[in-house]
């Protein structure tokens, strides 16, 4: 009997152990597989739109490249809407008309958010300067350098066409009016806007896709790099080509960048560059590079500029900013760097 007992025993340990060790494999395999498995791969498109050079570099296990073109068609659908010298878009038709213009949801919305962001910023950025940048030349500074400053009357004269209180929303029957023959340029925040809709066109076709869009240095993330690291983001030296002067890591939100070194041109030794002030009328002085980081685009954008126009102030936009939604990084015109205290959580200088 006791034989028997022991045989019965043996049976069942030999079965317990074979059960320890087929989970042991079980959760091996599980550990592996997840320990090994490779990082997903990236697709990167670049093309021309928005008037600048863009970059998208996406990962979807729903397809990264038909996902990229997505992206990039949204760009190009944002740029020739609100191209103000595109005779088609919704800009040029608000320019040309002295009456109430209809226009859609999205037109409007854009617009309410313009309008909001200058009040916010006491007009430094101003969205109604189209007048003031085609007596400059800036709007077509692509096809063509400008060569001449303006005289003080003319930009006096350019100014009294631009401010906000000379742009009217109609929000019953969603619709605009341009006062004393104001006009449209949203250079200052139609590019953010796009950036926030390729994420939003991204996030529709697969919420889980990582990457990032870049137009012209401002840059939208989709996502963590492999789902969990920074993407990390150079910011240019205004004054020494390709250097560095600090990194940012980013796994969510957007930077934008607005400087004095890409669209200028120079008479006398003097720059003339394309961020003009609405007050004075000339080129904004006492910053040569703003980058702000936001949780979205459009704020990004509007506060860069309006940053860089306000640079002279840089104690009021580094520490002001904030409360709007943007951390500043601003390099002023004797070279130093100014930076709102959260910078650190997102910076680490070279």
Same mark, same amino acid.
């Given at each position: ?36 498995? @490779? ?5 990167? +498109?670049?093309?021309? #739109?928005?008037?600048?050079? $863009? ?72 969205? #109604? +300067? ?20 303006? @005289? ?11 401010? #906000? ?18 006009? +449209? ?23 889980? $896709?990582? =990457? ?15 789902? @969990? ?69 459009? #704020? ?34 004797? =070279?130093?760097?100014?930076? @709102? ?10």
């Amino acid at each position: 009997m006791r034989q028997k007992d022991s045989k019965n025993l043996l049976k069942l340990d030999r079965r317990i152990l074979l059960a320890a060790v087929s989970l042991v494999s079980v959760v091996l395999i599980i550990f592996l597989t997840s320990f090994l498995k @490779s990082p997903p791969s990236y697709y990167e +498109l670049t093309g021309f #739109t928005l008037g600048t050079y $863009c970059r998208i570099v996406v990962s979807s296990k729903k397809g990264s490249k038909v996902l990229a073109q997505v992206i990039f068609n949204e760009l190009d659908r944002i740029y020739k809407k609100f191209n103000p010298n595109d005779p088609a878009s919704v800009i040029s038709r608000i320019n040309a008309s002295n009456d109430w213009v209809d226009i859609d949801e999205e037109t409007f919305v854009l617009l309410d958010a313009a309008v909001r962001l200058s009040k916010l910023t006491n007009g430094a950025f101003d969205p #109604t +300067l189209g007048e003031l940048i085609r007596l400059w030349g800036f709007d077509k500074i692509a096809e063509t350098i400008p060569s001449r400053v303006p @005289s003080p009357k003319e930009i006096e004269e350019a100014l009294k066409h631009a401010g #906000t209180d000379k742009l009217e929303l109609d929000f019953q029957r969603r619709r605009v009016r341009l006062l004393n023959g104001a006009k +449209l340029d949203l250079g200052g925040i139609a590019k953010g806007y796009a950036l926030d809709r390729a994420y939003q066109v991204a996030k529709e076709v697969d919420k889980d $896709c990582t =990457g990032f869009v870049e137009a012209g240095g401002d840059i939208r993330i989709l996502g963590p790099k492999f789902g @969990s690291r920074p993407w990390v983001i150079g910011v240019r030296n205004p004054r020494q080509g390709d250097a560095v002067i600090a990194y940012l890591y980013l796994t969510s939100g957007a930077v934008a960048t607005s400087g004095d070194y890409e669209r200028y041109f120079e008479i006398g030794g003097v720059r003339y560059h394309h961020i003009l002030d609405p007050r004075t009328g000339f080129p904004a002085r006492g910053a040569i590079s703003v980058t702000v980081v936001a949780d979205n685009a459009v #704020t990004a954008d509007a506060l860069s500029t309006a940053g860089f126009v306000m640079g002279t102030e840089w104690e009021y936009v580094v520490l002001e900013f904030p409360k709007f939604g943007g951390n500043v990084l601003m390099v002023t015109e004797d =070279g130093s760097i100014r930076r @709102s205290p959260a910078m650190a959580v997102y910076e680490q200088t070279r």
